[in-house]
């Protein structure tokens, strides 16, 4: 089973467009978060989540919104798509609430997939 | 200047040879991490540590919290070790932010 799965894996939409990234993760974790990765193939993070609580929100856009309805789940909605949000999303997880705490095996954070988003 | 600086930012080596990617930050930091992300996309977590050595196979990461620098080593390379090796820190402010270095593409030819 795939610890922590992102769909879809791959989409293409046109500008102004509305699209949600949906992410689960089966490891009974209670941090979730969304990083961007763009074409240069730097890593960001943007929002991070404990317990259904958002934790982060690093300046991303109004137009990003995060969702979850529960700690297994943290869904990425955009809208008003722009040529600049084509990037890979990345959705991860770790087991203790604080990746910035010392580090024990609880730490360890587990990425999804990827989901390659291109806006046309 | 990202607080978070790899070298070098490309390598390419023969199978067998030994391999060492740099990683050296500006910021306090709690613990570092070092991931490996193949050219599929998939991100994997290889080492986290705030102190001295950790080994995990052909692997080895060391890390010098007084000269902020961390470095990942691989012996007796091999072509599917060919990958993009990234350091990020965990941030010592803040909550759960961890900071990306820009990767090191590793080529590894047979």
């Known amino acids: 089973d795939t610890a922590v799965s992102q769909t879809p894996k791959y989409l293409v939409t046109q500008m102004g467009n509305d699209k949600s990234i949906k992410c689960e993760q089966n490891?009974?974790?209670?941090?979730m978060y969304w990083y961007k990765q763009d074409s240069k193939k730097f890593l960001k993070i943007m929002f991070s989540?404990?317990?259904?609580?958002?934790?982060i929100n690093e300046t991303v856009p109004n137009r990003f919104s995060p969702k979850s309805p529960d700690k297994a789940h943290l869904n990425l909605h955009i809208n008003s798509l722009e040529l600049g949000d084509s990037a890979v999303y990345f959705c991860?997880?770790?087991?203790?609430?604080?990746?910035?705490?010392?580090?024990?095996?609880?730490?360890?954070?587990?990425f999804g997939e990827g989901s390659w988003l291109t806006v046309v | 200047k990202n607080e978070v600086e790899q070298s070098p930012q490309n390598l390419t080596a023969q199978e067998g040879e030994f391999i060492t990617i740099n990683c050296s930050y500006s910021?306090?930091?709690?613990?570092l991490h070092w991931l490996q992300q193949h050219p599929g996309g998939g991100i994997v977590s290889l080492f986290m540590?705030?102190?001295g050595k950790k080994k995990h196979g052909r692997l080895i990461a060391t890390i010098n919290i007084q000269e902020k620098h961390s470095s990942l080593h691989i012996t007796a390379s091999h072509p599917r070790d060919s990958a993009v090796y990234i350091c990020?820190?965990?941030?010592?402010?803040?909550?759960?932010?961890?900071?990306f270095g820009q990767g090191t593409r590793l080529t590894i030819n047979p």
């Open positions: 991860a997880s770790s087991r203790e609430g604080h990746v910035n705490s010392k580090p024990t095996s609880g730490n360890t954070i587990y």
């Open positions: 989540y404990n317990n259904k609580e958002l934790i």
């Open positions: 490891l009974g974790h209670d941090t």
């Open positions: 540590l705030s102190s």
């Open positions: 990020a820190v965990a941030i010592i402010q803040g909550a759960q932010k961890l900071v």
């Open positions: 910021v306090g930091i709690s613990a």
